[in-house]
């Protein structure tokens, strides 16, 4: 199953009309940054306050757990394939955040800055900067959607990539 531009933005419409604050990563995460889809995605990897994620899962009613690697991420899936891989963050007072990193107390650091806005199919979305993107983009050994990926954003903002 692929999450095509039409459901990844359903799925921020639905979010979006409860006030509930998630941004993109990830594969549509680098498209919305790019403004306009690159290849197929099969998931949409959401960043979402974790003080929110209550109402976060009642808005996506229609989602069931399929997979829990708390506290970092879990997997929602609906029977008709849609996926989310969702990421609680953990907002400061100054629009940075945290996201726990493992269950031994490791972190990842998210920058007031790195919350910005792309576009999907010409709908402006939150999303993460191309920095914060190179940032998670670093230290694996990538697949080739990785690769293609990252040459995408050297190409559109002139940067360096770990690949």
Not at 29 to 50: C, N, Y
Request: hydrophobic share 40%; aromatic share 8%.
């Amino acid at each position: 199953m692929t999450m095509p531009a039409a459901t990844a933005l359903e799925i921020l419409d639905r979010l979006r009309a409860r006030d509930l604050d998630v941004h993109l990563a990830g594969g549509w995460g680098i498209d919305a940054l790019l403004r306009r889809q690159t290849r197929e995605h099969r998931d949409l990897d959401l960043l979402h306050r974790a003080e929110q994620e209550i109402a976060v899962l009642q808005a996506l009613d229609d989602f069931r757990e399929t997979e829990n690697a708390r506290p970092v991420r879990f997997v929602l899936t609906r029977d008709d394939g849609a996926e989310l891989d969702l990421h609680p963050l953990h907002f400061a007072p100054d629009g940075s955040a945290t996201q726990a990193a493992d269950d031994h107390g490791g972190t990842f650091a998210y920058p007031a800055a790195c919350f910005v806005t792309g576009e999907i199919a010409g709908t402006p979305v939150p999303c993460i900067s191309v920095a914060q993107q190179l940032y998670f983009h670093r230290g694996y050994e990538p697949r080739p959607h990785d690769v293609a990926d990252m040459r995408e954003l050297r190409a559109q903002f002139q940067v360096s990539t770990e690949f």
